[in-house]
């Protein structure tokens, strides 16, 4: 095969383009990341950024006119766009019909209970304005039950778990389903590379921790604290779920494991993934490149875990402003430390700016370790501008 | 310590600084490279490029005007300019009497003998034409010997093995000096980062296997085939060489093994280096993350190996042209096998186009698995023009 400087478009310019970035360089891949915001994350580790909105049809056609392949960073992208790409012969992974499909969580579930991958009980709300409607309908399914919108929740929003004794007032306003409030184990996240051409490689399972406060994960842990026969169930219901949406590229199958040892299929994203960052070191093939060689259909790389690793999420606090880090020489100190950060210009509460991966032998050690170096890290906005 | 998007200046854009670039993302460092070449590999996983030359006085000082700090990926650049910009303030690591000193091999020698690093018997030729009285001074030092060129050498040019019965003619011409020909076991390489507040980090032996006939490293291995004795002895010479010299950053110490265990310096390269690029993967911290740390002050990180690895460059062979691939999908196939390539446009026989390091249980089985992933994949240049 001839594999002679492909060109790639891809749709958002974060930190999963940043992450992206260095693995396409290995792969002598000319990458080209579409976003809003100049200087986005991604262009420092790219050939080129195009500043524009991934989610205009046309701004998406136009960046695309002359690459080779044409991938996302994130799920709310013109699929108008993606579909009339590929119809002119261009590579898109994953496809404007999974993005659709994603991007709408009702017929996510749909699909997947159609494929027999086991998730929650669910049943959409009736797309109704009138609360009292929706209110008995949801207490023929049973209360407490989970509500989600399904469109444009993340990070825990648009999500509301109704107690047994939910007044009418309580449910989000917006086209919606129900769940089953599950009894959690444990979440688990696991990683599913699918080539175009229909093979895949599957991740061990890691542990999400979620910070409750923010709906964020706070640590992902590898490897994960279940016994070997849920894990094992577990990656089999990922390998099925990525099957069912039927798209090329590394996703991510976010699951719960029941206290009665159930593995259900909570969400998928449909590329790389915060709970896949811990791969950049503890995998012998990280998601980035996997990713990759899945949409250029190169052969699947190993997904060994060359030993235990946690992740945590660095989180800006204080002020709003622009960016600045206190603690990064202590963070970086640790054995087994690797600092990541995104370069992310302006710090709000809340927001993801960086993530550490901390590799040991133990992985208790190693997440004491890495929620040491995130308390020490700080990020926080400042009022100086400029540069 | 406040660590806010610091801004680099990299004279040289080669593939140094395209790996040099993730690790520079990762700690939010803002790097510009200045090399000749547009669309250099350095400017793929940097933030952004100047077009000029790193050995023009005025094109580097230029590029420095809005840095925090400069550092280097080839030692051939502007001493006077970096004299001037530190001078100026900004931190230039490694300064300029420390490349002043290994731009000439002969001062490199002097500095490393002065300070009681042992390396081969040396003496510098007579600065004449006359090669008739060289002659004579070659053989009063003793033949066989290798003379070397003070200046402009590398990658083996520049270098004259004398056998015992060499005539005058055999001498290159130009300022040189002879060294005994050392009875060579196997030759290494120590990675050793010296922070700019004096700290030093040591990575265990490389060895590195020479290919005979295009004078490059045609594999480096870990763990080096010497008894742990040598090995730390090499360690603690290469050390002290790096303390001779006094620079920060991280450096590369090649040194010969003689079979009579002896442990000799045969040159430093005061940079991240190619017989450390298996520290990308086999490393707890790369050499190019280490190099960042030493210059920016970070603590060091931990040189600890995670396992065996060989690398082994790609080396292009065919016609020169623009570069076309061919066997990436059979040379990522293979366990635990990292591809790195370096983007460079233009393919010429002999050059440098990539490396590949693979990482598993044994080193002997890591080898071969890297030798058949170089062979696989070939490099050469195509007629075609264009993209």
Chains 1, 2 share one sequence.
Request: contains cysteine; hydrophobic residues 40%.
């Amino acid at each position: 095969m001839e594999f002679s400087r492909p060109r790639l478009l891809v749709l958002g310019g974060g930190q999963l383009g940043r992450m992206l970035g260095p693995a396409a360089a290995r792969l002598d891949i000319a990458t080209t990341v579409l976003d809003p915001t100049p200087a986005c994350p991604a262009a420092a580790t790219t050939d080129a950024q195009i500043v524009g909105s991934f989610a205009d049809y046309t701004a998406v056609v136009e960046a695309a006119a002359d690459v080779d392949a044409v991938t996302v960073e994130i799920e709310h992208v013109s699929t108008a766009a993606l579909r009339d790409i590929a119809s002119g012969g261009i590579a898109v992974h994953p496809d404007a019909a999974e993005l659709e499909t994603v991007q709408d969580k009702l017929a996510q579930r749909r699909a997947l209970g159609e494929a027999g991958v086991p998730g929650p009980r669910f049943e959409a709300l009736p797309d109704t304005e009138d609360n009292a409607e929706r209110h008995a309908a949801a207490g023929r399914f049973g209360l407490p039950a989970v509500q989600k919108l399904r469109h444009g929740g993340y990070d825990g929003r648009g999500v509301a778990v109704l107690p047994g004794d939910a007044q009418a007032d309580a449910l989000l306003p917006g086209a919606s389903y129900l769940e089953d409030l599950v009894d959690i184990d444990r979440e688990l996240s696991v990683i599913v590379a699918r080539s175009v051409s229909g093979a895949t490689a599957v991740y061990p399972p890691f542990e999400m921790e979620m910070d409750p406060d923010l709906n964020l994960v706070r640590a992902v842990l590898y490897p994960a604290r279940l016994p070997e026969e849920v894990l094992t169930r577990a990656e089999d219901v990922a390998r099925r779920a990525v099957e069912a949406l039927g798209g090329g590229g590394v996703h991510a199958v976010e699951l719960f494991a029941t206290r009665s040892g159930e593995v259900l299929v909570n969400e998928i994203a449909p590329r790389p993934h915060n709970s896949g960052h811990l791969t950049i070191e503890a995998a012998e093939t990280d998601q980035f490149e996997q990713h990759l060689r899945a949409i250029f259909d190169l052969p699947l790389g190993s997904t060994r875990m060359r030993g235990p690793a946690v992740m945590t999420n660095i989180i800006a606090s204080g002020a709003a402003g622009q960016t600045a880090y206190r603690g990064i020489a202590e963070a970086v100190t640790g054995e087994g430390a690797h600092v990541h950060l995104y370069g992310k210009r302006q710090s709000r509460p809340g927001r993801k700016m960086g993530h550490i991966t901390v590799c040991r032998d133990d992985r208790d050690d190693a997440r004491r370790a890495a929620e040491h170096a995130a308390a020490v890290l700080t990020v926080t906005g400042t009022a100086q501008t400029g540069r």
